[in-house]
């Protein structure tokens, strides 16, 4: 099954903003501005998701904090700097926005991507000895740029995707997530930081790379 390029990173979000649009930045005269949404999970927890948006899409009555919402648009990365490194930081880039009633808030978080592996997947086990396998993957986006998005598989999808090749082609199904977790700093001090990702439901294999052993 062939994707088209503008179909092969879709996020749809329901959810209550939680904050004002603040400017981001500037590029071709159009302005930018971020804010965040907070949507449910399935179970009680939530995710806090950080959202960008430009000025061309800004309705007032809209976006105000405590409104509920509808977002589509795409995941989008780009490099950002902090604790003096290099960061990948990932937003919800917004195509279309409406406003909601706090009842429609079903299947609040939707996820579909394609894209290639471009980084082995890496496997590891928690503390509670659940299986989980991490994949970054590139989807391509216009004028030969792609974006970077960080993705997490569990169980028997983990253990499918830790033998999966640098350079296939997946199509992935899931919901993007907040992750709080704590650093350690150079002085030794703990910090919180929040990362964020996709985690996966599903996950189909499309192509594969063509290798030597093949």
Partial sequence: MQ??????????????????????????????????????????????????????????????????VEILGQI???????????????????????????????????????????????????????EITDILLAVNRAYNKSDYIPCISWGRNAIFANKLNVGENLLISGRMQSRIYQKKLENGDLAEKTAYEVSISKIEVLSKKNSADE
């Avoid at 996020?11 to 804010?35: A, M, P, Q, W």
């Avoid at 279309?96 to 394609?114: A, C, F, M, R, Y």
């Fill in 3 to 68: 994707y088209e390029l503008k179909d092969n990173n879709i996020i749809n979000l329901r959810g209550k903003i939680l904050s004002e649009c603040e400017f981001d930045h500037e590029v071709y005269g159009e302005g930018f501005y971020t804010f965040f949404i907070k949507t449910n999970r399935l179970s009680d927890s939530v995710d806090i998701l950080p959202v960008t948006i430009s000025e061309r899409l800004i309705n007032s009555n809209i976006l105000q904090p405590g409104n509920f």
């Fill in 76 to 130: 989008r990365s780009y490099n950002g700097f902090s604790d003096n490194k290099n960061k990948l930081i990932l937003t919800v880039f917004v195509r279309d926005i409406k406003q909601l009633s706090e009842t429609q808030n079903k299947n609040p978080n939707q996820v579909t991507l394609n894209g290639y592996i471009c980084k082995k997947p890496i496997y590891r086990t928690t503390p509670f000895g659940r």
